[in-house]
Every structure is written in structure tokens, then in C-alpha cells.
């Protein structure tokens, strides 16, 4: 078998068209990153970690508007020793103290334990809020979320009357009269 000038054009584009083929029946992850590698909260709560100290799914519950607030989540102390931390949230500080491998979980904790005297901020937002530890201070953004799902309102403070956010009615326009 020769090899002509005219046999090397054809493998080329062969290859080449191949090559596309290959690319094209990846998809977009050949050149965008794979959705299951990127690292989020599967949760309504935030993930964060400082030092020693992982928090998940902290997240603050009040109707919001000047009410008070609780919150909830979890601290693992992932540390080989002892951690006092402060946060405080919408300047209310909480202190506790876990032991090496220990953890709180605010939703287990006294309702004074964890609460959040004033929320300014509305549901749907966030609440600014610092963690203190080992001397190092880390601002957060935690969010606000009220009664509107079942799951939280066992954990709206005592005296939060939780009243269901009033639905809009459709307009006439909209149902096309």
C-alpha cells in the first residue's frame, strides 16, 4: 500500500473527524467543571469551617422585622483539644465550650442557650454574625428563615407568634380577563 499525498489528506480528516466526534459525544464536560465535584450546603444553613471548628447548617429562625431569633445548626470541634468560641450573632454573643471530638447541636441546646434577642433582617436574607476562636475572628452571613416550612417553626422562640405570609391573589389580568 502507497502512501500519496492524497491517502494522507483523507487519514487527516478522518482523524480530525473522528477527534470532533469524540468531543462532541462528551458534552460540556470537556471543558466545563462536572456539577458533582463542586462543594455546596445541601442544606437551607451555612457550611463553614475556621480553624478547629466545622459549622453546619447554622442558620437563625425568627419572622424577622425586630422579632427574636434562634438558632440552629451544629459546631464539631475537629481539634485535638478543648475550644471556647463565641458567636455572635445580630450582637447577641452565645459562648460555649466543646471538648476535643465534641459537638453542639443548637436545636438540642436551652432556648436561652441560643438566642437571638433582636433579628432586623428579613426572612429570605442573611444576618451578620462573627465566630471567635483561638484568637482568630471570622465574619459570617447566616440566613434567616421563619416559619413558612414546617420544619422550623418548632424552633421560632416562645414568644414569636408565627402568622403564614399572605399569598397574592391573581390579579384579573393575569387570568386573562
Known amino acids: 500500500m502507497r502512501f500519496t ?3 494522507r489528506v483523507r487519514r487527516t480528516a478522518a ?4 477527534a470532533l466526534a469524540m468531543l462532541g459525544s462528551a458534552g460540556c464536560s470537556a471543558v466545563n467543571e462536572q456539577a458533582t465535584t463542586i462543594e455546596y450546603s445541601p442544606s437551607d444553613g451555612i457550611v463553614e469551617n475556621a480553624g478547629d471548628l466545622q459549622l453546619r447548617n447554622i442558620l437563625v429562625v425568627s419572622n424577622g422585622f425586630g422579632e427574636p431569633g434562634r438558632l440552629i ?4 470541634n475537629d481539634g485535638d483539644s478543648t475550644q471556647e468560641f463565641t ?6 454573643p452565645l459562648t460555649f465550650e466543646l471538648d476535643a471530638g465534641d459537638k453542639v447541636v443548637f436545636e438540642d441546646e436551652d432556648e436561652e442557650a441560643v438566642y437571638v434577642p ?3 433582617d428579613e426572612p429570605g436574607t442573611g ?14 452571613n447566616i440566613p434567616v428563615v421563619n416559619g413558612d416550612q414546617p420544619d422550623y417553626r418548632p424552633y421560632l422562640p416562645a414568644e414569636s407568634d408565627y402568622t403564614p405570609r399572605p399569598t397574592e391573589e391573581p390579579s384579573s389580568a393575569a387570568e386573562g380577563h
Open 5 to 7: 499525498p492524497k491517502n
Open 15 to 18: 482523524a480530525g473527524v473522528i
Open 73 to 76: 445548626g451544629t459546631v464539631i
Open 87 to 92: 458567636l455572635t450573632v445580630g450582637g447577641a
Open 118 to 120: 433582636e433579628v432586623e
Open 127 to 140: 444576618i451578620e454574625a462573627e465566630l471567635d476562636a483561638s484568637g482568630e475572628t471570622t465574619a459570617l
